[in-house]
């Protein structure tokens, strides 16, 4: 039994059920040739022609595109074969214009067999707050059935669609030819007489709406809009009133689809890690849009590394994808047999292989599990899909300019009704707005895998600290949105058995930070090898920096690129031990003295590289005690989100002060506050313990400037060597020792001192009071002198000069690895 409520307090409807997705629909009753022989004021409205224009003509005169016919009799044609048809269409104005449309064309049965067709027109064109593409909009709003009825000036129903039983549950045959008080007695059906004779008379739309439980319909009720439009004919009078039945449930669902469309843009992509991305996309289809969706991303748009895939280049070597999003209408999601992160095996001869290959969806409305069916080829999948019920399948790529990005597999398990075309016109709309943001994310992992490749490969893989000093180190990079930034660090063995110590700290993140920082330490290097004091070394690399910036001018449409950046450099010698740093710009470091008092030296802090304020640089020695822990640090490393830098330090200090625990447990305790924060910026750390040479590992002595300079410096190397058990060492030691003491005598006046030094090589030694460094030359074979540095570089590891108060220190070294020491 059918039981309906029609209220009269509800002729116009409110926002809730949208009734102005038919109030404003034009209608036109075409008879089977397509010729118009109703009209609405709508239709006047929408198109600018009245009824008096249009009734006896052809529909073909405000259709301009009809689908793919190419006559309006072949698409009357096309539509009684398809029972009607829907999509994105044009309408001519009268005035010319072509206005984008939606059209539904429905199939209407009267008497004895003949047929009408109702044509409903909505505009499309006009500018919506969604932004939803108008044939997706159009396509949408068509996909929810409407029941239509035209009724004389009578109000016997004369045409009538087979959509209308399914709402009201009257039969086509107890409404054909008679009234809705005939076929549907009762105070409801009188009032609903009362409207339409209320259209006929005023010739506007009036809408109702009205709850039904129908004998075939379980569970709840169902509530319907239905709008009353009254039909003209040539003359512009009255023939009858047309009713058009639309589900609100339907509808409502249509516009929710509409609008999570519409905010898709500003939904997905709100961070830059594609696998969140792929899951955003995931759960803002599920459930609208389907019971189950996977979505599937190539591997180098996951990991940033590989060349990317192109459509229509896939050849014998399938991609390799991997699930980045899962949504289910099911907790726990039992339909997917791999979950995120796992690798999803690819078959030849599937949907997904076409799909690489042509780049166009795959629409499968009743899922075939037949023997010998695509389905069939995968154990796994079949089982899943026997088990699950999945019954219908679209499978859209997600591409970006041809590049594909990964594949989305939209399913409905408990859902009965199939895929249809606007279902996958949706899909493909909803997935190409995912895939902007997933090519946005895809193009930062890829730059910022670049970044992080590019900085984990400078920065020191081993740190080689000598008999001066323990090295380790620890690096933790920024987080995913603000990139890798500029840091770096480095341990650079000298001569004489000193370090160098550096920390530096490159403005900004991303790629740029990381190649400004790999150009700094190719720097820092260099000058390094030229053995400067610390603050000269800086004012040289402030130098380079300044000239880095120069050399690299802004193209005009890019933001200005700073290159600038923060540097620590000491030089520690175990012989002494004695520190000598400078700093410009940051931080100074921690130094924990063997008993664990932490002290943070109070340096000049000087300007950051790179600002060109031409304020020298200042350099400070520390004496410090055998065993003394020193730990450079970035600003990543203490300044965080909940404290600032003195706080961070007080921090630092305190996790440093147990000088019994290894350096990399030091490290470890040092880095643990920053492991459950999201991080800001890279934090950067070097703990170096210092050692010292024992007396025994250094001999110096102060030669005369006589005529027995040269004899006594070999015989008292000859001496020492000895000693130390290097007596295979004397014959090219001795040779060394005759050069550079040869060149002291030549080129200066004063002192000439000359060191040994047994650390990890053989250091040789001669200072003088001449500041100028001597070159290697090219001697010819009648030149007498010129052979000296030449020899000295075969016969030794390496050699150098570096400069010091008073004059300069020319060195070779000899490598120990054949010799037996003591």
């Known amino acids: 039994m059918t039981r309906t409520t029609i209220s009269t307090e509800r002729v116009t409807l409110g926002s809730h059920i949208h009734a102005s997705d038919i109030s404003d629909t034009a209608f036109a009753l075409l008879d089977e040739q397509g010729t118009v022989v109703a009209w609405t004021q709508a239709g006047e409205q929408l198109v600018g022609y009245c009824a008096g224009s249009v009734v006896g003509r052809s529909a073909a005169l405000v259709l301009p595109s009809l689908g793919e016919a190419p006559t309006m009799s072949a698409f009357v044609e096309q539509c009684r074969v398809r029972n009607g048809w829907s999509g994105a269409s044009a309408v001519r104005h009268r005035d010319g214009r072509v206005l984008d449309v939606g059209l539904r064309i429905s199939p209407l049965q009267g008497q004895d067999g003949a047929v009408r067709w109702l044509a409903s027109v909505t505009d499309i064109s006009v500018p919506s707050k969604d932004l939803v593409h108008g044939s997706v909009r159009g396509a949408l709003l068509a996909r929810a059935p409407i029941g239509v009825s035209v009724r004389d000036l009578q109000l016997r129903c004369t045409w009538v669609n087979d959509v209308m039983g399914s709402h009201d549950g009257i039969s086509r045959e107890r409404r054909l030819g008679c009234r809705l008080t005939d076929a549907w007695p009762g105070t409801e059906a009188e009032t609903t007489e009362a409207v339409m004779r209320h259209v006929l008379q005023s010739g506007t739309a009036k809408i109702h709406e009205y709850r039904t439980w129908l004998p075939t319909s379980l569970g709840k009720e169902r509530p ?461 750390l070097l703990l170096v313990r210092t050692r010292s040479l024992s007396p025994n590992q250094v001999a110096s002595w102060t030669l005369p400037r006589d005529g027995t300079v040269l004899h006594r410096a070999q015989n008292l190397a000859a001496g020492q060597l000895a000693a130390w058990g290097l007596e295979r060492l004397e014959d090219s030691t001795k040779l060394i020792i005759s050069e550079l003491v040869t060149n002291a005598v030549r080129h200066s006046d004063g002192p000439i001192r000359l060191r040994l030094i047994r650390h990890k090589v053989l250091t040789v030694e001669v200072s003088d009071a001449d500041v100028s460094s001597p070159r290697p030359q090219s001697a010819r074979i009648v030149d007498e002198h010129g052979r000296g540095l030449a020899m000295v570089a075969q016969l030794s590891s390496r050699w150098g000069t570096r400069p010091v108060a008073g004059g300069k220190v020319l060195w070779a070294e000899a490598d120990l690895a054949h010799t037996s020491g003591r």
């Not at 009743?366 to 088990?387: C, E, F, H, M, N």
């Not at 370090?499 to 700290?505: E, F, I, M, P, Q």
């Open 224 to 684: 319907f809009a239905v709008s009353f439009c009254c039909l003209q004919g040539a003359d512009g009078e009255a023939l009858g009133v047309g009713t058009i039945s639309v589900d609100v449930t339907e509808s409502r669902q249509v516009r929710e689809c509409l609008t999570v469309l519409g905010e898709a843009g500003t939904r997905l992509g709100r961070t830059l890690d594609v696998m969140q991305t792929g899951q955003e996309l995931a759960d803002l289809a599920v459930p609208l849009f389907a019971d189950f969706v996977a979505v599937d991303l190539e591997q180098s748009a996951l990991f940033g590394k590989g060349p990317p895939v192109r459509i229509g280049a896939v050849g014998e070597r399938l991609p390799i994808l991997r699930r980045a999003g899962l949504a289910s209408i099911h907790q726990g999601v039992p339909e997917s047999p791999w979950m995120r992160g796992e690798a999803v095996p690819m078959l030849p001869d599937t949907p997904v292989t076409d799909i690489l290959r042509t780049g166009r969806p795959y629409l499968e409305p009743v899922l075939d599990t037949a023997p010998g069916s695509w389905i069939d080829k995968d154990s796994v999948r079949a089982q899943k899909i026997r088990d699950t019920g999945m019954h219908s399948v679209m499978v859209v790529p997600i591409h970006v300019r041809r590049v594909l990005l990964g594949v989305a597999l939209f399913i409905r398990t408990k859902d009965p009704v199939p895929f249809q075309e606007a279902d996958l016109l949706l899909a493909e709309e909803f997935v190409s707005r995912a895939a902007l943001a997933l090519d946005n994310a895809r193009q930062y992992t890829r730059e910022h895998t670049a970044a992080f490749t590019l900085q984990r490969n400078l920065h020191p893989r081993r740190l080689h600290g000598g008999m001066a000093v323990e090295a380790a180190s620890r690096y933790l990079p920024a987080d995913i949105d603000r990139g890798v930034g500029g840091d770096w660090f480095d341990v650079i063995p000298l001569s004489g058995a000193q370090v160098a110590l550096v920390v530096g700290d490159a403005v900004g993140h991303g790629i740029n930070a990381a190649t400004t920082m790999g150009r700094l330490r190719t720097a820092v290097h260099t000058l390094a090898d030229m053995e400067l004091p610390p603050d000269e070394l800086l004012t040289r690399l402030d130098d380079t920096v300044q000239r880095l910036a120069e050399q690299d001018p802004d193209a005009p449409d890019q933001a200005p690129t700073v290159v600038a950046a923060t540097c620590l450099y000491a030089v520690y010698d175990p012989v002494t031990r004695k520190c000598t740093m400078a700093t410009a710009g940051h931080l100074p470091p921690a130094i924990i003295d063997p008993k664990g008092k932490v002290t943070f030296p109070d340096l000049p802090t000087g300007a950051p590289l790179g600002v060109g304020l031409g304020v020298p640089f200042e350099a400070v020695e520390l004496e410090l005690p055998e065993g003394s822990l020193i730990a450079l640090y970035t600003d990543g490393l203490v300044e965080t989100r909940e404290d600032d830098i003195d706080e961070g330090m007080h921090r630092l200090g305190t996790a440093l002060a147990q000088p019994e625990l290894s350096l990399e447990e030091l490290c470890t305790r040092a880095m643990a506050p920053l492991e459950d924060q999201v991080a800001c910026d890279d934090a950067s």
